[in-house]
T-cell receptor, first 109, second 114 residues
Framework: DAKTTQPNSMESNEEEPVHLPCNHS???????IHWYRQLPSQGPEYVIH???SNVNNRMASLAIAEDRKSSTLILHRATLRDAAVYYC??????????FGAGTRLTVKP | DVKVTQSSRYLVKRTGEKVFLECVQD?????MFWYRQDPGLGLRLIYF???????EKGDIPEGYSVSREKKERFSLILESASTNQTSMYLC?????????????FGPGTRLLVL
């Protein structure tokens, strides 16, 4: 199974951009890259996903490396409400969602 | 908005009790999932269902069973609860099984087995 590697934790200042990296060197050509986040005491929520091209939505941007072996979730202006654990997940043909440990993002006022 | 609700936020049970965790989704999704989340282990898939009365084992089905009698409802059953089943249980649903499809999660049930 293709796996992802993320830093355990990151810190950001409020209203500054945050770049959350994810390595997935064994990604296959049909794997979609998904990002979810989990706020304290809540279930995970979808953030964004992509296959090859960079993606933008109202929550974040996803930058995918040309070789697809890594990706970066970009929060353009972090707020205190963005403090959460961010998970980078590969969805394969079996459609399994395998959550790793994720990156715990702390946002400082 | 999609809403996935779980019957309890917190539950305390004794070893050997039969435990029912209920999950309901209101968006007519075909697929429903049960995960457990433990510190350091992330989310692990217990069972999922892609249709009424259909079920598939996930990564850790031992000690659990499921029931899907209606499309909107997916129940997780612990036939005889044990202390190692103390965990956060998360239910999710999605419209179809596709690699680009989003899963919508409920708020979770924190179960303590004494």
């Amino acid at each position: 199974d293709a796996k992802t590697t993320q830093p355990n934790s990151m810190e950001s200042n409020e209203e500054e951009p945050v770049h959350l990296p994810c390595n997935h060197s064994t990604i296959s050509g049909t794997d979609y890259i998904h990002w979810y986040r989990q706020l304290p005491s809540q279930g995970p929520e979808y953030v964004i996903h992509g296959l090859t091209s960079n993606v933008n939505n109202r929550m974040a941007s996803l930058a995918i490396a040309e070789d697809r072996k890594s990706s970066t979730l970009i929060l353009h202006r972090a707020t205190l409400r963005d403090a959460a654990v961010y998970y980078c997940i590969l969805r394969d043909v079996d459609n399994d969602m395998r959550f790793g440990a994720g990156t715990r993002l702390t946002v400082k006022p | 908005d999609v809403k996935v609700t779980q019957s309890s936020r917190y539950l305390v049970k004794r070893t050997g009790e039969k435990v029912f965790l209920e999950c309901v989704q209101d968006m007519d999704h075909e697929n429903m999932f049960w995960y457990r989340q433990d510190p350091g282990l992330g989310l692990r898939l217990i069972y999922f269902s892609y249709d009424v009365k259909m079920k598939e084992k996930g990564d850790i089905p031992e000690g659990y069973s499921v029931s899907r009698e209606k499309k909107e409802r997916f129940s997780l059953i612990l036939e005889s609860a044990s202390t190692n089943q103390t965990s956060m249980y998360l239910c999710a649903s999605s419209p179809i099984l596709a690699t680009q499809e989003t899963q919508y999660f409920g708020p979770g049930t924190r179960l303590l087995v004494l």
